[in-house]
């Protein structure tokens, strides 16, 4: 189905709950088509209601490929086709040096770097039919700084943040900026697990969705390569 072509289409991963489902609303709120990918689409009318002409829903499984491939392809049959990509879902486990937990850090990299990677490539092709794609990497202060020992989450978010950089390169000739949005603590459930902040002091997800539909909506000659935001004082060089 045909969107109107003033319309910009985003398509937003992990967008059943907590940062993702806030970025969901928000884009929709002003007018934007969304088509939302999370492994059980169940939850994602339970949360944004039944799909229509402006909201598309697809199966997204960061450890199944062939779920990145259909969910990319049916969004583009729906909308025709792919303003911005929006690579928010992500794993939390916490891996500390000292574990020797292959199987948790396999997860934490499939999800936080190889699963945002192959929906890049999927999606660059049509963001470049626009000369104004945009690609939005959820990443973490933790791929900036590092200030505990979850090892495993950790390198897994440098990681991500290289993938940030790389695609920021390698697209900018075809209008596609891409833009690493860098939170502390975000009052989501991944970060229930800490009580140095409280969870009134934290980065709210509302505001995070505000900053994506900045980075967005900013001018090609007006990128912004990363956006680090801080709930509370910390040197940031």
Excluded at 8 to 25: Q, W
Excluded at 47 to 60: A, E, L, Y
Excluded at 73 to 92: C, K, P, T
Aim: charged fraction near 20%.
């Amino acid at each position: 189905m045909s969107s109107d072509k003033k319309a910009r289409i985003a398509l937003i991963s992990g967008a059943n709950r907590g940062i993702g489902a806030e970025i969901a609303r928000n884009l929709r709120s002003h007018g934007y088509c969304v088509s939302l990918g999370a492994r059980d689409v169940g939850m994602l009318e339970k949360v944004h209601g039944k799909p229509d002409s402006t909201m598309h829903f697809g199966r997204f499984d960061a450890f199944d490929k062939e779920s990145t491939k259909e969910w990319v392809a049916s969004a583009v049959n729906h909308f025709g086709r792919i303003d911005a990509l929006v690579n928010n879902a992500g794993n939390g486990n916490q891996v500390s040096l000292m574990d020797d937990d292959e199987e948790a850090l396999d997860e934490l990299l499939t999800v936080n770097v190889k699963a945002p990677l192959r929906l890049t490539r999927l999606c660059i092709p049509h963001l470049a039919k626009t000369g104004h794609g945009r690609i939005i990497n959820i990443v973490s202060l933790s791929g900036k700084r590092v200030r505990n020992a979850f090892v495993g989450y950790n390198l897994s978010k440098f990681a991500a943040m290289g993938l940030t950089h790389t695609t920021r390169h390698a697209t900018w000739d075809q209008g596609i900026r891409t833009t690493a949005i860098c939170p502390g603590f975000v009052h989501t459930d991944m970060s229930a697990y800490t009580s140095k902040v409280t969870p009134e002091e934290m980065t709210q997800p509302e505001t995070i969705a505000h900053l994506v539909r900045t980075a967005i909506e900013l001018p090609n000659n007006a990128a912004m390569a990363e956006m680090l935001v801080n709930c509370r004082l910390e040197d940031m060089l």
